[in-house]
């Protein structure tokens, strides 16, 4: 069975605790030591990675994770690169619709 993942952005991580999210971001930071990582999704949005990603800072990228329910960090399954020309304003706009309309998404 799969499952069905929302989009979002930072201001909805505290409504999406427990669940299964898509985030479009551009990367500000990232500590391979750590495996943790910050996207920048309408403000920052802490990120666990899970894989032995080689990720670069300043790029884009799509996350689907699970948010966690103490401290709203994504505890990524998923991380992909996406071009540098991605429109971030455009992605943001259709968090918006998906919450707006959600039965043209589902």
Known sequence: MEVASIRVD????????????????KLESYDPSSSAATLIAGSPIQLQLT?????????????IGKVSTSNLTVNTYSVTQLSDNTNLDVAAKLVKYVHKVPELFY
């Open 51 to 63: 894989e032995n990603d080689s990720l670069q800072v300043g790029k884009i990228y799509e996350v």
């Open 10 to 25: 930072s201001s909805l991580l505290q409504e999406s605790q427990g669940k299964l999210v898509r985030i479009i971001g």
